[in-house]
């Protein structure tokens, strides 16, 4: 099974040998299952001049409880692209790992990387496999952001990807947001955000975004100054993927927070 | 009915060993050595494209000599069943001594049950923190293992260029001396009347696993690098090296997250640092 030519992507491979592996295939019982395990919420993403901006809250909830304080859910997808999921944790995280494997799969076997339009159809077609547990309250949704190696112009290589629970991408300009805080986060980006910023100047952008949703959404964590607990920061530029230390985004948000004390509007 | 002309089995798989064994010399070779800095992968290959050295994983790498199609089947394999644990345990749980088992028993199945066997030889690589940690396994046609001592050569005349190999070779050498006799060894053969040549950087296929990487640590070393550890004296190879074996990467909590993609950048060197690779 393992020698058979078959096919350079690796959730296809798995559908023959291992199919329990891949989220979808599950039979699930019938009847809604949403209030069954936790939720993670709000991330944003800004395209910014040479790279894009990711940022995720930390919280993650199980209806008025907060399952998770310090979450993860914004992550490398390769060497030049990010990926953040709300939703259904579990599954999400699941779907993550294999999109992570399925990328680097392709590159190994052939040699080459796949375009940033591949990626995200293939993200896509990952979460459409989902469809079914996602009519059933386990829905995952991601966003996709990443630099195109083969843009034209280096300072509008970085691009937004969205996703619904029947698959997608439809590509976003300049910023999008997905979560229960996305209403919010996206009202904050949309008065703010203005094309060609400096990736710096969209790292502080996205972190009032996440202030701003957890500012009227519960299921969104705010920074947790008590805690030391941060919004995790990723950006992807041509020198490719790197997240804030947290000593970086700690001073970020505390200068956020600190504006809010003057302002609380932002 | 027809009758078929009784063979003995060990008629049979002499028969199959010699067709092997003369396909697999036919070819060119290529070399596998531990350094200080990781583990190296020399080869004679005209394809700039069609390789014969590649990454498996993180810390595993595979280089083969023979039929193109075969190795490349095998390869291939190799990559789904890494990835494979990786994503069902972890992927430090993907180990260099558990692919050449499985490629042990897929060749030695080939080789009893099929009518042609496959006439390749291949090496799996898996480097270690240090030189002495380093596993090279040579697997075979017929489906025999062996744990090679830091050094290895496959193809055309193994023989004679593991002979030079094990005169020259040292665990402790740096990469652009390692690169030097790998060169050497390989080109210790095949000249006229059985003397010595020169091979040209664009006949070479030249990678390393970099020891001090956290992740995945498979590099091709093509173009100006490559020029620069050949003709370099060793001021030109430690630049080609950078400073980074000297001062190897701690690996961090970070890179050992399940969730961290391993070609994050967050797991390579820091921006300017030329690793020339």
């Known amino acids: 099974m393992f020698t058979n030519a078959g096919t350079s992507s690796f959730t296809a491979f798995l559908s023959k040998v291992a199919p329990e592996m ?4 599950r039979a699930l019982p019938p009847g809604m299952a949403a209030d069954l395990a936790p939720h993670a919420t709000t991330i944003v993403a800004i395209a910014a001049s040479g790279g894009v901006v990711m940022a995720g809250d930390r919280r993650a909830t199980m209806g008025n409880l907060i399952a998770q304080r310090d979450i993860e859910k914004v992550h490398p997808a390769d060497a030049y692209s990010l990926v953040g999921i709300a939703g259904t944790a579990g599954i999400g995280i699941e779907l993550m790992r ?10 190994k076997i052939e040699g080459a990387m796949l375009s940033l339009d591949g990626k995200a159809n293939r993200l896509a077609s990952m979460i459409r496999g989902n469809l079914g547990a996602a009519m059933q309250g386990l829905a995952v949704i991601p966003l996709f952001a990443g630099i195109d190696l083969a843009a034209s112009d280096p300072a509008r290589a970085g691009r937004i990807f969205s996703f619904d629970v029947t698959g997608g991408p439809y590509e976003e300009t300049g910023y999008d947001a997905i979560g229960s805080g996305s209403l919010f ?27 701003d949703a957890a500012d009227d ?19 992807a530029t041509a020198e490719g993927t790197h997240r804030l230390t947290d000593a970086e985004t700690s001073a970020i948000a505390e200068s956020v927070v600190a504006g809010r004390m003057e302002n609380p509007g932002g | 009915m027809a009758m078929q002309f009784y063979a003995s089995p060990e008629q049979i798989m002499r028969d199959r060993s010699e067709l092997a064994r003369k396909g697999i010399a036919r070819g060119r070779s290529s070399v596998v050595v531990s350094y200080t800095g990781g583990v190296l992968f020399v080869a004679e290959n005209l394809s700039s494209t069609l390789h014969k050295v590649s990454e498996i994983y993180d810390r595993i790498g595979f280089a083969a000599v023979g039929r193109y199609n075969e190795f490349e089947n095998l390869r291939r394999a190799g990559v789904r069943m890494a990835d494979l644990n990786g994503l069902s345990y972890d992927r430090r749980d993907v180990t260099g001594l558990a692919l050449a088992n499985s490629y042990a028993q897929i060749l030695g199945a080939i080789f009893t049950e099929q009518s042609k066997p496959f006439e390749v030889e291949i090496c799996v690589a898996e480097v270690g923190a240090t030189p002495e940690e380093d596993s090279l396994y040579r697997c075979t046609y017929d489906g025999s293992v062996t744990d090679e001592p830091g050094r290895m050569a496959m193809g055309g005349q193994a023989e004679a260029i593991s002979g030079v190999l094990k005169s020259n070779h040292r665990p402790d050498m740096s990469l652009a001396d390692a690169v030097k006799v790998a ?16 091979i040209a950087g664009d006949q070479l296929e030249v990678a390393i696993l970099d020891r001090s990487r956290v992740g995945r640590t498979f590099r091709r070393i093509t173009g100006a690098a490559l020029t620069a550890l050949l003709d370099g004296d060793a001021a030109g190879g430690s630049a080609a090296e950078g400073g980074r074996a000297q001062t190897p990467t701690t690996p961090t909590e970070e890179g050992h997250k399940p969730t961290t993609s391993a070609g994050s950048a967050d797991l390579e060197d820091k921006p300017g640092d030329n690793s020339g690779t």
């Open chain 1, 217 to 235: 959404d519960t299921a969104t964590g705010g920074p947790d100054l008590t805690r030391r607990i941060y919004p995790v920061v990723m950006t």
């Open chain 1, 22 to 25: 891949l989220p979808g295939r």
């Open chain 1, 185 to 211: 986060a996206k009202s904050a980006l949309k008065k703010r955000y203005r094309t060609g910023l400096s990736v710096d100047d969209a790292v502080r952008l996205a972190v009032e975004a996440l202030y």
């Open chain 2, 183 to 198: 060169v050497q060894a390989l080109g210790s053969v095949g000249g006229e009347g059985g003397a010595a040549r020169t």
């Open chain 1, 98 to 107: 294999l999109f992570q494997v399925e990328l680097e799969h392709y590159e």
